[in-house]
């Protein structure tokens, strides 16, 4: 591959041309090795933050990053493999049921996932709430488990997508995290190295997404599909609300619960939509369903006939979890104290502000305000009613649980700000505005 000189590739962008694969493959690869100095990559990222990049170049820029690192094999599986991403929201442990049930018809589903960070939850901890749970495996535990159970639900490596950590370090420092080249190629990479043959793209939208504005969500979407597509990988992204939180319950060992309530046929209904429908496309994408209407009958047969809810408990045992927890709930960590948040008048709710409800559940405990932050598996708050449902004065609108009682309080106020109650009913939201597939 030839050399070139960063300071003409700076320049390059800077002026708005196109780049060559080579060029976006040299910067990646010297700024991984440490020989391209940070000074350099933080011009060349706010080149791109002002001046963009083609559908081309962030294909080109994806794969550099994806291949900065370990490019997981898993071609020894003959099943397809197909994966799930979520743009990430408050209550959206949608993975946790989906990946089991679709794993049940014999695809493969190797997913790599995240930590939450600010208001927004992680599977991964949501999972190591289940006791002895391990998502920090090797690869060679990660490709054993796929291969003997269909599904692994894992933590990223540090040697996958290496240039993705090291970029992201300083575009959280530069003020160019917000830049949709960027961040598709960030979300992107660590998924194409994983080694999947398809992906389905849950992309939020609303005051709980990354991306609030739909607008801004579709293009998300769109882009995400584009890179997919040039990756040689089947693709179908959907746009789903996150303007209210996902189900009932928001907090680490409470949404294992709701996602076990999922896979005994007693989830709430918005989760189980998103899951049938995600399910469903996964299902097509991996060659068990000729449509999505019969990929979500499929679905819904593994939730009645519970052998989702077995397949989960296989997933469980095999990362060292106790397989008890699909019988007996009470496993899982409490925390010990408890309040009632109660309507101050009566009325129909018309708002329930998903970012700020995030952000009241960070406050008892359950997410973390920094990287280090110790979680409360047991805190959450548990919604007793949603947008559109009417209420008393007095009436309980949800339970928040904590460690202590000024955690409470915080978060309670944090919570009421974020429920608007008037006397008629909001318009009403779709669940799914679109589904892309290009």
């Avoid at 920090?136 to 490596?157: F, M, P």
Wanted: hydrophobic share 40%.
């Amino acid at each position: 591959m030839p050399d070139f000189i960063p300071y003409e590739l700076i320049m390059k962008k800077r002026d708005g041309a196109e780049h060559t694969k080579d060029e976006i493959e040299y910067l990646i690869r010297e700024y991984t090795k440490g020989n391209l100095p940070d000074y350099q990559m933080s011009a060349w990222l706010m080149a791109v933050y002002f001046r963009k990049m083609t559908s081309k170049e962030r294909a080109y820029l994806t794969m550099a990053m994806a291949k900065s690192g370990d490019m997981i094999d898993l071609s020894f599986i003959k099943k397809k493999k197909v994966d799930k991403h979520s743009t990430g929201g408050v209550g959206d442990k949608v993975s946790i049921p989906l990946a089991p049930l679709v794993a049940s018809y014999g695809v493969s589903v190797p997913m790599m996932s995240g930590r939450g960070l600010g208001h927004t939850g992680g599977t991964l901890d949501k999972l190591e709430s289940i006791p002895g749970f391990r998502t920090n495996l090797s690869e060679t535990e990660y490709k054993e488990i796929v291969s003997r159970i269909g599904v692994a639900i894992i933590s990223q490596t540090e040697r996958v997508a290496p240039a993705d950590k090291k970029m992201y370090a300083l575009r959280d420092v530069t003020a160019t995290v917000d830049n949709l080249d960027l961040i598709t190629a960030s979300i992107l990479s660590k998924k194409l190295a994983a080694g999947p043959d398809a992906i389905v793209l849950d992309v939020k939208t609303g005051s709980g997404a990354f991306m609030q504005r739909f607008e801004d969500s579709k293009a998300l979407a769109i882009a995400m599909v584009d890179i997919c597509k040039n990756a040689g990988k089947d693709v179908v992204a959907l746009i789903t609300d996150m303007d209210q939180p996902l189900g009932e319950k928001i907090g680490n060992a409470l949404e294992i619960e709701e996602s076990i309530e999922v896979l005994k046929d007693q989830g709430p209904p918005d989760v189980v939509e998103i899951v049938l429908e995600l399910g469903g496309w996964m299902l097509v994408l991996g060659e068990k369903a000729g449509s999505l209407k019969e990929g979500r009958e499929m679905i819904k047969k593994a939730i009645a006939n519970s052998q989702g809810l077995k397949k989960f408990e296989s997933m469980v045992k095999a990362q060292g979890g106790d397989p008890l927890v699909v019988r007996d709930l009470s496993i899982l960590p409490k925390s010990s104290v408890s309040k009632e948040v109660l309507a101050s008048k009566s009325g129909i709710i018309v708002k329930m502000d998903a970012r700020e409800i995030g952000i009241s559940a960070l406050l008892l405990g359950a997410g973390r305000e920094t990287k280090d932050s110790k979680l409360d598996l047991g805190a959450g708050i548990v919604l007793h009613k949603k947008v559109g449902d009417r209420l008393k004065k007095e009436e309980s609108i949800a339970t928040l649980y904590s460690a202590n009682n000024e955690k409470l309080e915080k978060a309670k106020e944090r919570f009421i700000k974020a429920i608007e109650i008037r006397d008629k009913p909001p318009q009403k939201r779709p669940l799914i505005f679109e589904t892309i597939k290009m």
